[in-house]
């Protein structure tokens, strides 16, 4: 492709293609941006105060599960995890502290 000294490209032809090739890559960040704009609400809606009982779950940790929780929390650094099988019936409290160990 030939250049003038300007720059420019050195005739119709040439202009033409860098102006179909530039709207291309304008028409792409269109559609990048339409599509962006698409998944931003999607990843950051809002609960209601009257819908977050509708999301919430709640489940039971029993008594005999106590002293379980209250080492887990002893021994964590940030939180620790609860544990229930199929049933939601309250397995045993684990303390991240293992998590960051195999990092």
């Known amino acids: 492709m030939g250049v003038s000294p300007l720059g420019q490209p050195s005739n119709k032809v040439e202009s033409k293609k860098l102006k179909q090739k530039e709207a291309g890559e304008f028409e792409a960040l269109i559609k990048e941006n339409k599509e962006l704009k698409e998944v931003v609400p999607r990843q950051t809606t809002m609960q209601s105060a009257d819908h977050v009982s509708l999301s919430e779950l709640e489940r039971i940790v029993p008594k005999r599960g106590y002293d379980d929780v209250r080492h887990a929390m002893d021994k964590s650094d940030n939180l ?23 990092e």
């Not at 099988?85 to 303390?95: C, E, H, Q, V, Y």
């Open 80 to 102: 620790i995890y609860l544990i229930f099988d199929k049933s939601r019936t309250f397995l045993r409290a684990r303390p991240d502290i293992f998590d960051s160990q195999s």
